[in-house]
Nanobody, 122 residues
Framework: QVQLVESGGGLVQPGGSLTLACSLSGDAISAYTMGWYRQDPQNQRELVAVITRAGSTNYADSVKDRFTISRDNAKNMVYLQMNRVRPEDTAVYHC????????????????WGQGTQVTVSS
């Protein structure tokens, strides 16, 4: 059974940086399109970033040019580098995976992690 575990969340000041990590167990991450979505305190969900098996990336407009998604297939890991964070980035960030890329883009992914809290505040 595939399991996703996120790490790296915490409290960060506006303008700061944070790196989230997600480990996949139970299968080879190379078989999956991976992504991150976030759920804010108002329970709104937003797909933040996606990286395909080939390494192509897509970002929400709200994080473009600030966040970077990457993957390390050898380590079965995916990362989200968050730069120049803003208070509105405060949310629980979930790692998601699916062998069908389309399912990620419509947030009907097959696998997801429990999430890691990111709080942006001074």
């Amino acid at each position: 059974q595939v399991q996703l575990v996120e790490s790296g969340g915490g409290l960060v000041q506006p303008g700061g940086s944070l790196t989230l990590a997600c480990s996949l167990s139970g299968d080879a991450i190379s078989a999956y399109t991976m992504g991150w979505y976030r759920q804010d305190p108002q329970n709104q969900r937003e797909l933040v970033a996606v990286i395909t098996r080939a390494g192509s990336t897509n970002y929400a407009d709200s994080v473009k040019d600030r966040f970077t998604i990457s993957r390390d297939n050898a380590k079965n890991m995916v990362y989200l580098q968050m730069n120049r964070v803003r208070p509105e980035d405060t949310a629980v960030y979930h790692c998601i995976a699916d062998k069908d890329p389309f399912k990620l883009f419509i947030l009907e992914h097959t696998f997801w992690g429990q999430g890691t809290q990111v709080t942006v505040s001074s």
